[in-house]
């Protein structure tokens, strides 16, 4: 495939690209500095992986993430799914209320959290992923509710029910597929957001992958930007792909 | 209560209302109540207790003493630097949205959508080692301008200061700009502007009378979005600075781990709550202009 650029959208990419790229590159370049020998090395990466906190810290953020991106779907798939199908009076409360949390500067949402929990809400760390849902709400909700709009759900909905799928049936085997996009768009942005989380995390006193590097910055200065490095490809990573996996037309909703 | 008299007033009506409710609310109720208790109970206890003294009596001190020095400067820094680091990035990040929706393919589009969104949320640590590594005293590119006989370091300049921030902040805010106002060009109808030629307009008049006009809102709600984003920044602002350019995020994070005592005990709400005031200021406009704009933008 020959690729064409044209002269405007080749300056902007060149601009963009060098904005993007110097810290980025600079910043590796660093993190594959061996002071020792004065050359270059994996060094840093090998220290930050042998290290043994770096797994526990790599898997427990997953796993929050894990978590957040079940209870966003286990939640917003069934709600969603009713509220375009029985078009109740509180769509549009709901609607509203999936867009507050952009309102709310998550400092500010941190101190709320710091002073309202109960005990027992407070000292269990899976306070996190509920938090993470909240923030990640306005753009799961959003993702979710424009892949709803483009398909035909009530006839789907009506065909499998009367085809004698009860509701989970419908919504797992029948729902879910059909807006396949959406759904790993909703997957990829709250896996996204629940593994980079900094400040709602530390203002809690938690410690995750993100908050980690904090800690490492003080005593092995090119270890810590070696573990940056990794925490800016993961996601990376990750996004792409999923956008990879999932067809074209389903992510951008019906045009 | 109300529930309770009309069933007993009237049994069917009474039914009826409980199955309305059944039918309206019940699927809603786990979203509800996780909404609820995570978040709403959160902002409004903040709001309560923000009026409330050391004593626990009502109060309007803490909001007071909020607005007083170090903390009517902490809020001056943070609204400049939400301004200045929107209006930075808006117009740069419109035009490269621009010309990557309507020039690129569809690949492009799609790369460049998956990395405006892993880029738009670097913050903190690892934003700031970038940074350091390409603008710090011993940065890649320093030396390179250094070469060619630009000393950053001559004056004043620090990746900590004002300046350096705005700087920083670049880097999250114009994939933000490019996320946000692509739908606004990509809902610009190929038909408009061939309705306008045929009309005999040419290319400028083309923008003057429809492009601009259009997108305009679009603009003012992305330009409301980055405002919310750069003022309400604390990672970023955490990792780069060291105390010397007061914040409102970074004091309300030094009074939370009790870094920093204050007289009042909820004084940091009271910073919150006045956080959340502005930033509502900023995104409820946005939220109100995307929702007419989404009227016209649907296919």
Known sequence: MKIKLQPPLAITLLILGFFVFVPMISAFEYSIRTPLTGGYGWTHYIWAVTEEDFLHYILRSMWLAGVTVLITLFVLVPTLTWLHLSNSKVRGIIDGLSLLPLVIPVVAFAVGAQISFPEFVQNTVLELPFLYFVLALPYAYRALDIGLSAIPLKTITEAARSSGADWLRTITSVIVPVIRGAVMATIALTFALSLGEYTLTVLLHWDTFPTWVTYVAQENILGAIAISMMSLILPFLILTIITLFVPERSTQGRK | ?299
């Open chain 2, 1 to 299: 209560m109300t529930h309770k008299v009309i069933e007993e007033g009237a049994p069917t009506r009474g039914r009826a209302f409980l199955t309305s409710f059944l039918r309206n609310f019940l699927p809603a109720t786990p979203l509800l109540l996780i909404v609820g208790f995570f978040f709403l109970f959160p902002i409004a206890r903040l709001i309560y207790v923000s009026f409330l003294s050391n004593e626990n009596t009502f109060t309007i001190d803490n909001f007071k003493t909020a607005v007083q020095e170090p903390y009517r400067t902490g809020f001056i820094n943070s609204i400049k630097i939400g301004l200045f680091s929107a209006a930075l990035a808006a117009f740069p990040g419109a035009i490269a949205a621009y010309f990557i929706e309507t020039r690129g393919s569809s690949k492009l589009r799609r790369t460049i959508a998956v990395m405006s969104g892993v880029l738009a949320n670097t913050g903190g640590i690892p934003l700031a080692f970038m940074f350091y590594a390409a603008l710090g005293i011993q940065g890649q590119l320093t030396k390179i301008l250094k070469f060619f006989g630009w000393d950053l370091y001559a004056g004043t300049f620090s990746l900590g200061s004002f300046i350096g921030l705005l700087v920083v902040y670049m880097y999250f805010q114009l994939p933000l700009m490019v996320i946000v106002f692509s739908p606004a060009i990509v809902s610009l109808r190929r038909e408009w502007s061939e309705a306008a030629r045929n009309l005999g307009a040419n290319q400028l008049n083309y923008w003057i009378r429809i492009g601009i006009p259009l997108l305009f809102p679009s603009f003012i709600a992305s330009f409301l979005l980055l405002f919310a984003s750069g003022f309400s920044a604390y990672a970023t602002a955490n990792a780069l600075t060291v105390g010397n350019l007061p914040l409102t995020p970074l004091q309300i994070g030094g009074l939370l781990d009790g870094n920093v005592s204050a007289a009042q005990l909820n004084l940091g709400k009271a910073l919150g709550v006045v956080m959340i005031i502005i930033s509502a200021c900023a995104v409820i406009p946005y939220l109100a202009i995307q929702r007419r704009s989404a009227r016209w933008q649907k296919r």
